[in-house]
């Protein structure tokens, strides 16, 4: 056999008989099932859409889908799929999809396509999630108003994969679930930069003063938790809610 075709065609067979499972969970049109080059789903509305990484793999064995699909929940989106760009050497990526596939069917977000490179380098993947938008319009990091509460929604996704799993599964549903009733002015992902740096952000883009912000975790580590800005009604339609189902909601000041 061709050395080509051994690389690039029947070398990669082994990536849609570990993900061939994937399509049941959205029925594509086109996907892991046909191995072809690009995926075709079938579903209507606005479309959210955010690629992150480069992860490095500690953060791909953990919960890299996860940091990836907070971009859409945030906005008022639903996951739909994701899709993988993975690089290394094939023991990693091979151990890199494994873990990818345990969060994707843990957390409902098929993995139905994407791209792998062979290469004796340090192992990286970027992974792309496509969502569905909920709401009317999408949840801006620029519209705060004024007497809005500033507020921090969920438990920062932290330790082994399963607890981070677990935890981010439920902040997302209470999210969802939430989103029907409560009118949220403004909200960001705590990533890169922390806190300080999603303030600084949301604080710059709206024109606002935040006031009184009191720092609960480290100022600039990732919390892949919600930023969000509410007025004070709708702030206690939130609390009632998490209470209920368990999810941390911290007061951090007000904007002025």
């Given at each position: 056999m061709?050395?080509a075709v051994e690389?690039h065609v029947m070398g990669n067979?082994?990536i849609r008989?570990?993900?061939?499972e994937?399509?049941d ?7 892991i ?8 789903a079938d579903f209507?509305?606005?479309?959210l859409?955010?690629t992150?990484?480069?992860y490095d793999k500690?953060?791909v ?10 971009d859409v929940?945030?906005?008022g ?10 690089c290394?050497?094939k023991d990693?990526i091979?151990e890199?999809?494994?873990s ?14 994407g791209n792998?490179?062979?290469?004796d ?11 569905k938008?909920?709401i009317?319009?999408?949840?801006r ?14 438990q920062?996704?932290?330790?082994g994969q399963?607890e981070r799993l677990t935890?981010?599964k ?11 009733t ?6 960001k992902?705590?990533?890169k930069g922390g806190l300080?740096?999603?303030i ?5 883009k ?6 009184a912000?009191?720092y609960p975790?480290?100022?600039?580590r990732?919390?892949?938790?919600f ?6 009604m ?9 209470d209920k189902?368990r ?7 007000s904007?002025?």
């Amino acid at each position: 056999m061709d050395d080509a075709v051994e690389r690039h065609v029947m070398g990669n067979l082994w990536i849609r008989e570990m993900l061939l499972e994937m399509d049941d969970c959205l029925n594509p049109v086109m996907g892991i099932s046909d191995f072809d080059d690009s995926v075709c789903a079938d579903f209507s509305g606005r479309i959210l859409a955010s690629t992150d990484g480069p992860y490095d793999k500690r953060l791909v064995m953990r919960s890299a889908l996860v940091h990836a699909a907070t971009d859409v929940v945030v906005k008022g989106g639903i996951p739909l799929f994701a899709l993988d760009n993975l690089c290394g050497k094939k023991d990693d990526i091979v151990e890199m999809l494994a873990s990818l596939k345990r969060q994707a069917q843990y957390m409902r977000i098929p993995l139905i396509g994407g791209n792998t490179k062979y290469e004796d380098v340090k192992p990286t993947a970027c992974v792309t999630v496509l969502g569905k938008l909920l709401i009317s319009e999408p949840i801006r990091d620029c519209s705060a108003k004024k007497g809005d509460v500033i507020a921090l929604f969920g438990q920062p996704i932290w330790g082994g994969q399963e607890e981070r799993l677990t935890e981010a599964k439920k902040m997302f549903d209470t999210w969802f679930y939430a989103l029907k009733t409560v009118d949220i002015s403004s909200a960001k992902d705590v990533t890169k930069g922390g806190l300080v740096s999603c303030i600084y952000e949301m604080q710059m883009k709206s024109g606002k003063i935040f006031e009184a912000i009191r720092y609960p975790y480290p100022r600039s580590r990732n919390l892949d938790n919600f930023l969000i800005t509410l007025q004070p009604m709708q702030y206690l339609k939130l609390e009632r809610i998490c209470d209920k189902n368990r999810v941390k909601l911290e007061k951090l000041g007000s904007v002025k």
